[in-house]
């Protein structure tokens, strides 16, 4: 009952992620961020981030059927946002790849 959230470092070559899993009923939450932006399981709703908060230009990216952290870094991204774009994060990039160009 107390496992409910777990943190870890992740390390991608030379730098570190924060990794963030958060157990909830018949789902979890998968998220692995940097300072300047993260990866998510499916539950990201990459359209809200691109059309309602673009003005914030959060860089981001969505992976879907996860089930683990070491999935999501290994899982192609299904969507990106528009800022995540910019950064040469595109939709069938690993998500480990994605961390990098956003160290």
Same mark, same amino acid.
């Given at each position: 009952?107390? *496992?409910?959230?777990? !943190?870890?470092?992740? +390390?991608?070559?030379?730098? $570190?992620?924060?990794?963030?899993? =958060?157990?909830?009923?018949?789902?979890?939450? #998968? =998220?692995?961020?940097? *300072?300047?932006? +993260?990866?998510?399981?499916?539950?990201? *709703? $990459?359209?809200?981030?691109?059309?309602?908060?673009?003005?914030?230009?959060?860089? /981001?990216?969505? /992976? $879907?059927?996860?089930?683990?952290? *070491?999935? @999501? #870094?290994?899982?192609? #991204?299904?969507? $990106?946002?528009?800022?995540?774009?910019?950064? %040469?994060?595109?939709? %069938?990039?690993?998500?480990?790849?994605?961390? @990098?160009?956003? !160290?």
């Amino acid at each position: 009952m107390f *496992d409910l959230i777990q !943190m870890k470092p992740i +390390y991608i070559g030379e730098s $570190v992620a924060m990794g963030i899993e =958060v157990k909830l009923p018949k789902t979890t939450l #998968l =998220v692995i961020t940097t *300072d300047k932006g +993260y990866i998510m399981c499916g539950a990201l *709703d $990459v359209g809200l981030l691109n059309e309602r908060l673009s003005d914030r230009q959060i860089i /981001a990216a969505r /992976a $879907v059927g996860v089930k683990t952290l *070491d999935e @999501l #870094l290994t899982a192609p #991204l299904e969507s $990106v946002t528009h800022t995540a774009e910019d950064f %040469g994060i595109t939709a %069938g990039m690993v998500g480990e790849e994605a961390l @990098l160009r956003m !160290m």
